[in-house]
């Protein structure tokens, strides 16, 4: 049997990183790393994920990608519990309020 590859998907507890995980958990083959702000939310993601595909394997990682110390620990989380990554789908985002990206 050959091993999974390990996967990690940001932004993954809604919208457009949800939908592109749940696709990925119907595939053959992959390690889903969700990894998520809001734990709460990403609980509920992996719960639905598991629930509709049950042979995957589909793992959670809290990631503020606005935060360093956050980014610092999923980092170090990462290479412990799964020491490599195959593919990265980078959907996280920063909301920017107001109409300027003057910071």
């Known amino acids: 049997m050959q091993a999974l590859k390990n996967i990690i998907v940001t932004g993954s ?3 457009i990183g949800l939908g592109i995980a749940g696709h990925l ?3 053959q083959g992959w390690n889903l790393i969700l990894a998520c702000r809001n734990a709460e939310l990403g609980k509920k993601a992996q719960q ?3 629930e509709k595909h049950p042979q995957a394997s589909v793992n959670l990682e809290q990631l503020d990608v606005s935060d360093s110390k956050s ?10 519990k ?3 990554i195959h593919v990265l789908v980078n959907n996280a985002g ?3 309020k107001g109409d300027s990206f003057d910071l």
């Open 13 to 15: 507890n809604k919208g």
């Open 25 to 27: 958990a119907g595939q």
């Open 48 to 50: 639905e994920l598991k």
């Open 71 to 80: 980014i610092d620990q999923f980092i170090e989380t990462v290479r412990q």
């Open 82 to 84: 799964y020491k490599e």
């Open 94 to 96: 920063v909301a920017v």
